[in-house]
């Protein structure tokens, strides 16, 4: 799916999100300013938006990686256009299967990643073998807002407006069906948590933005 939409996935982002998501994903990096982490590992990087966004935090290194080869090739376009191709480097590579040895990075981060694993807590553990210990991880997904009249308004947005924008402009016509079916499906919150607390990160931490339409989750190794 991820390679039919591709070439409109960066304009459909700023679209459907009204430029919300340049903010969350700054917003996001900002978690791993303190450690000023040197070797920095972005999964389900995508066109490699948040791996450009944790340049701002001067690392030596980000190695971005993706199961989608269309996805990589516009990052990897972008990358050259910024100039970053000496610190930023996009891989063919699968979050459950990663093809790094163990405590190889300072920092981890997925945005709008992990809803898609099919086996969640495996990729979440692979996360945890690769990164050092103190290593820092990061992750920006969406969830549902659960008050009124947040909850209604993000119902009536994600059920028909989006799918239907998301039609008119993408070539594949049921991707933004799945985008509300995924967040829908997706274990959020304490939940989540939970999941990267049975994977072995501590000093866990979470913060909900936007009406909470998206959160971030924090934890180290
Ligand atoms: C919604 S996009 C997010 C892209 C980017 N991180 C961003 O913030 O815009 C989700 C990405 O996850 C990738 N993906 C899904 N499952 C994956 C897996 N098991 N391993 C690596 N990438 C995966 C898809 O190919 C897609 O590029």
Do not use: C
Request: charged share 25%; net charge positive; aromatic share 12%.
């Amino acid at each position: 799916m991820f390679n039919t939409i591709a070439g409109r996935y960066d304009f459909l982002n700023r679209l459907l999100s009204f430029g919300f998501d340049v903010n969350w994903r700054h917003q996001a990096i900002q978690f791993l300013r303190k450690k000023r982490p040197a070797q920095i590992l972005d999964i389900a990087t995508g066109t490699g938006d948040f791996a450009i966004k944790a340049n701002s935090l001067k690392p030596e290194k980000i190695i971005g990686i993706d199961i989608s080869e269309e996805m990589l090739k516009i990052g990897r376009d972008k990358i050259l256009k910024k100039k970053l191709e000496g610190i930023i480097e996009l891989q063919l590579g699968d979050a459950e299967n990663l093809h790094f040895p163990d405590h190889s990075f300072d920092a981890a981060t997925v945005a709008f990643g992990v809803r898609n694993f099919e086996d969640l807590q495996k990729g979440i553990s692979e996360i945890y073998r690769v990164l050092k210990p103190g290593g820092a991880f990061v992750v920006l997904e969406f969830s549902k807002p659960d008050e009124f009249p947040e909850k209604q308004v993000y119902q009536l947005y994600t059920g028909i407006l989006m799918p239907f924008i998301g039609k008119l402009f993408s070539k594949d016509k049921s991707a933004y069906k799945y985008l509300p079916e995924s967040v829908k499906a997706f274990k959020e919150g304490k939940e989540f948590l939970a999941v990267m607390q049975e994977a072995g990160f501590t000093n866990l931490a979470m913060k909900r933005m936007t009406f909470g339409v998206v959160s971030i989750y924090y934890g180290e190794k």
